[in-house]
Nanobody, 117 residues
């Protein structure tokens, strides 16, 4: 099936930006609709953005619309998430995976994003 490795997280002040990157291996992820998810402490893991196989269609959670941009490079097997105008409520561990992934799917280790006020 392949692996998922998320990177690019860190600590920023509110209003700042971060760019997350997800490196995938294997054809399964490269040919799948992909998404970024996040999980804050004590909360469920929620999808924040998705992108179709060819990258022509994207969709975002209302909470990040206009601030986050998802993109992918199938030649490099990467799925990125550009996050601008970050807010403290964006603080979470961020994961990438296939669209509509569940707890039964394999998950990578995620990358921590911390936004201070």
């Amino acid at each position: 099936q392949g692996q998922l490795v998320e990177s690019g997280g860190g600590s920023v002040q509110a209003g700042g930006s971060l760019r997350l990157s997800c490196t995938t291996t294997g054809n399964y992820f490269r040919t799948s609709i992909m998404a970024w998810y996040r999980q804050a402490p004590g909360k469920s893991r929620d999808m924040v953005a998705m992108i179709t196989r060819g990258g022509d269609t994207t969709n975002y959670a209302d909470s990040v619309k206009g601030r986050f941009t998802i993109s992918r490079d199938n030649a490099k097997n990467t799925v990125d998430l550009q996050m601008n105008s970050l807010k403290p409520e964006d603080t979470a561990v961020y994961y990438c995976n296939v669209y509509r992934a569940t707890n039964r799917n394999y998950w990578g280790q995620g990358t921590q994003v911390t936004v201070s006020a």
